[in-house]
């Protein structure tokens, strides 16, 4: 039988059709299951206990542009002596918690780290920014910071010296720091590229007036967010480092299960479900929009409890030592071997920020000093990176960013970045309900304590429901006592 040339064809296109959907279906089973099994495994190793109350180690998850680096220098220098702060890096780590006393975390590692720490003796906190201005300043940092090199008369030139300064400091530098260990190189390279092509062309002046959208100067936004760089490091990359799923990540499965969730978009709900679950169990989730009313919270909900831990541990090492003979002259302090996040490159904030650095061992730190000295020095930070950022920006001009750039962003581009951040979107909307909410038992705390003040102290270790009960516990006591003793009384009088 001579099947007819047309159904012959038509049949031909069906299993076409079903030999190049076979592969497809495939591959999303298989990575469906990867991701699920990370997702179950990942669930069962939360933390248990109570997480309102800060263990033995403060893990400060720092996600990129969220302003954690303010927190790290105004806030937590000024709360934990540099001799508690653990020997870190901002790519690997580099120390074993077994062997060091330390008790402050600060660093660019995504949530893998936990796999690193005594997970029931840390305490985790971070702080999460609108994704579409978090974009903006990844974008706009990572030109920032190539920029600098711009100096140099070619990119050999640049790089070479970028070496020598580094092997010479010895220092941690931006371009040690995770993403900009990624983003700057590769931004530095086409800043030189542009600058190159300019002076080939002739160029002399730029008539575009969109600081985002020159292509002569800078790399343009759209085009900086639809590179695939942009999208294993930037888009998403909140929820990726809440989750622990970094391309800097410690889980080996990790980089097989991002690129499922990137090639399969319905796929990321197991991720996002992960990620809102270890904000749930986070000691404090801040805001970077909410700037003054997260460090206030911060103060009160970690900063207390800090003050508290090193009151009672300064308690307990005068006791000790008064109960000794003294042995050696030593201190037994340990050596500060602190490596700062901040390098060559971030070098004159870190000096700004120390000037005002007052360790809490050496003063009766509370919390209204704490954030007295906060504004101080949140001002000297800010006025610092201000000048850095405009004597970088003033290397590619006419291009400046600022935020009226911003709104002359075209809606297109606005709307291509919600779309490729649409995991970081539900995960910032879930943190803002996590916020109201410990704002509002911050709130309730602070009243408590005023209307009884020595009932509570920064620890939530003693509150007023507890002294409550315990009253409400002896007045049942004494009167099933007096009850007793009562009935006891009438039926004597009875006989």
């Known amino acids: 039988m001579i099947m007819d040339p047309a159904l012959k064809f038509a049949v031909l296109l069906i299993l076409f059709g079903f030999v190049n959907a076979s592969p497809t279906n495939h591959d ?61 890096s901002y790519d690997k780590l580099r120390f074993d918690p077994r062997k060091n006393k330390c008790r402050l975390l600060v660093t660019h590692d995504d949530y893998s780290m936990m796999s690193k720490l005594p997970r029931e003796k840390t ?23 190539a920029a600098r090199f711009l100096v140099h008369p070619n990119l050999t030139s640049a790089t070479q010296m970028a070496g020598r300064l580094r092997a010479k400091t010895k220092g941690v530098s931006t371009l040690d720091i995770w993403p900009w260990k990624y983003l700057v190189p590769w931004m530095r390279e086409d800043l030189f590229a542009r600058r190159d092509a300019r002076m080939r062309k002739g160029l002399r002046d730029i008539s575009n007036n969109d600081s985002y959208n020159m292509e002569d100067v800078v790399m343009p936004l759209q085009e900086f967010i639809n590179k695939p760089v942009a999208w294993d490091i930037v888009h998403n990359g909140a929820t990726f480092q809440v989750a622990g799923l970094t391309n800097s990540s410690y889980l080996a499965e990790s980089h097989e299960v991002r690129h499922c ?30 700037h003054r009313e997260s460090a206030k919270m911060f103060g009160n909900v970690v900063g207390a409890q800090v003050i508290s831990q090193m009151e009672a541990s300064n308690t307990s090492m005068v006791s000790s030592s008064n109960k000794s003979e003294q042995s050696s002259s030593f201190s037994d302090s340990e050596p500060d071997i602190n490596y ?51 004597n970088s920006l003033k290397r590619i001009s006419p291009a400046n960013f600022s935020k009226e750039a911003r709104l002359r962003v075209p809606q297109v581009v606005l709307e291509q970045i919600r779309s490729r951040n649409n995991l970081d979107l539900e995960l910032y909307k879930y943190a803002q309900v996590i916020f109201a909410k410990q704002s509002e038992h911050t709130m309730e705390k602070l009243v ?16 007023v429901w507890k002294v409550i009960l315990l009253a409400m516990s002896i007045f049942l006591l004494l009167y099933f006592y007096l009850y007793v003793n009562a009935r006891g009384r009438i039926s004597k009088v009875k006989i």
């Open 261 to 290: 969730v990137q090639k399969f978009k319905i796929l990321g709900d197991y991720v996002l479900h992960v990620a809102k679950k270890r904000l749930d169990n986070m000691l404090y989730v801040g805001l970077t929009e909410n």
């Open 448 to 463: 408590t304590t005023e209307r009884f003040p020595g009932l509570l102290n920064g620890s939530y270790g003693i509150t």
């Open 123 to 145: 305490s985790v906190v971070t702080i999460l920014r609108n994704p579409i201005d978090r974009v903006f300043s990844t974008y706009e940092f990572s030109v920032e910071v």
């Open 340 to 390: 700062h996040q901040n390098g060559t490159s971030e070098q004159k904030s870190s000096e700004i920020a120390s000037t005002d650095h007052v360790e809490a061992s050496e003063e009766n730190m509370t919390v209204g000093k704490l954030m007295e000295s906060y504004e101080g020095c949140i001002s000297s930070l800010r006025k610092s990176q201000a000048l850095r950022r405009i």
């Open 28 to 88: 999303f089973g298989r990575c469906e299951g990867i991701v699920k099994k990370w997702a179950l495994s990942s669930l069962d190793q939360e933390v248990k206990g109570d997480k309102h109350t800060l263990r033995d180690l403060l893990f400060f998850l720092h996600v990129p542009r969220t302003g954690g680096r303010t927190y790290f220098h105004c806030l937590l220098k000024k709360l934990y002596s540099s001799s508690l702060e653990c020997p870190r």
